[in-house]
């Protein structure tokens, strides 16, 4: 092993402009949340391979000796590529006992896990690890939570395997990785994601992985180089919805009202190419009201446009209505039909605003966090930089 310890995070995602538009060819912005994924890895003598995520209620244990068994004849210490290792799946959907593909959060954490892990130490001693995992991140709502596990596990194990360095220096409290070391982490987590997902699009990985904001249309994936810190209310209407049905639902309309809908997603291609001009203005000159001004027109027509695609709901409506009593501006992020939206908060917005604002969503019983987008992808730290909560919860396994 090449390290005895590691301590990484990730963020989660949301998308600011662009969901539904992106699959029909349009172009769509991803942002980086604020709110991370912790993992601390820690190498034992136990000869055991354990794994903690008590945010899902989930502990996994298991022994060397039968991981071992689980490793193909053939595996060598296998590069990263874009097709998982069939056999080494089979074998892994039977040891944790995923029949006929029906696997949950929990079989697919562990399977992403025990993926990674034997892909990177199978030619090898499989060593001894303790993982814990402790996420700000809500389960299940678009957030790009699963991305943001699969990222820290590949880059913690990454480092432990000597794959790539561990950036963290004496006395630094973060490190990140450099381009070439972050590029192998993101393709181990599509890989991971390929695990829980089936066929993902590798925005989430890549979100997680360079942090920021990224551009993606036609499947291409371009990390922008500067992007403004933004403030927002994240807010989860707690409404279930299914991103399959949705994005079907919009399909339908499509091809119902060609020349109805079409323009619609012109006008949310547009709406993305000007919000990318407006942020990369905020950094290269000073950031003015009329800046804040743009970004919230465009979030409320982007709203309305994906009302008209079908994809609101009542929640979403109470949401915008809520916020907009208090002057702010809001829309949804992601599939829609329920699920998350996201409130843009001006630098001026007071804090007395902003937790009237807070305590207002709670009362319609969706949950609400204060965050920001924007902020870095994948980073080691040392403890002394993790918040005294999340740390403590770490340290208790």
């Known amino acids: 092993m090449h390290i005895t310890e590691c301590l990484v995070s990730a963020p989660g995602k949301a998308i600011l402009h662009g969901e539904h538009a992106v699959v029909h060819g349009k172009v769509a912005l991803a942002v980086s949340l604020n709110l991370r994924t912790y993992l601390q890895l820690k190498v034992t003598d136990t000869s055991k391979v354990c794994v903690n995520l008590p945010n899902i209620d989930a502990f996994f244990c298991w022994d060397l000796d039968d991981l071992r068994q689980l490793i193909p004849a053939s595996n060598g210490k296998r590069e990263e590529g874009k097709r998982l290792d069939a056999e080494l799946v089979r074998r892994l959907c039977e040891f944790v006992n995923v029949l006929n593909g029906n696997s949950d959060i929990h079989s697919n954490a562990a399977l992403a896990f025990l993926y990674i892990y034997l892909s990177l130490f199978g030619s090898g001693d499989l060593p001894s690890v303790t993982v814990s995992v402790w996420s700000e991140l809500p389960a299940g709502a678009g ?195 329920g699920g998350c939206g996201i409130t843009l908060l001006r630098p001026e917005t007071d804090c007395g605003v902003v937790q009237a604002t807070t305590q207002d969503l709670k009362d319609c019983g969706f949950d609400c966090w204060e965050t920001s987008i924007g902020g870095p992808g994948v980073q080691q730290h040392s403890p002394l930089s993790v918040k005294e909560d999340v740390l403590e919860v770490l340290k208790s396994y």
């Open 143 to 337: 957030l790009g939570s699963s991305a943001a596990y699969s990222v820290c596990v590949a880059a913690a194990l990454l480092c432990a395997s000597g794959a790539i360095p561990a950036p963290l220096k004496d006395l630094d409290p973060t490190a990140r990785w450099c381009q070439e070391d972050l590029e192998l982490i993101n393709s181990w987590a599509f890989q991971g994601e390929m695990i829980i997902h089936g066929n993902p699009s590798g925005v989430d990985n890549a979100v997680g992985t360079w942090g920021g904001m990224l551009r993606f249309l036609a499947g291409k994936i371009i990390p922008l180089s500067r992007v403004p810190l933004l403030r927002i209310l994240l807010t989860n209407t707690n409404v279930p919805r299914s991103t399959k049905v949705l994005v079907a639902g919009v399909k339908d309309k499509i091809n119902k009202f060609p020349s109805v809908i079409s323009p619609v997603l012109d006008s949310v291609d547009a709406i993305s190419c000007t919000c990318e001009k407006v942020l990369s203005e905020m950094t290269c000159e000073p950031i003015t009201g009329e800046h804040y001004n743009v970004l919230e027109e465009l979030i409320d027509i982007n709203q309305h446009h994906l009302n008209v695609m079908g994809v609101g709901h009542p929640a979403l409506d109470t949401l915008c209505r809520v916020t907009l009593a208090r002057g702010l501006h809001s829309k949804l992020t992601g599939a829609g039909g």
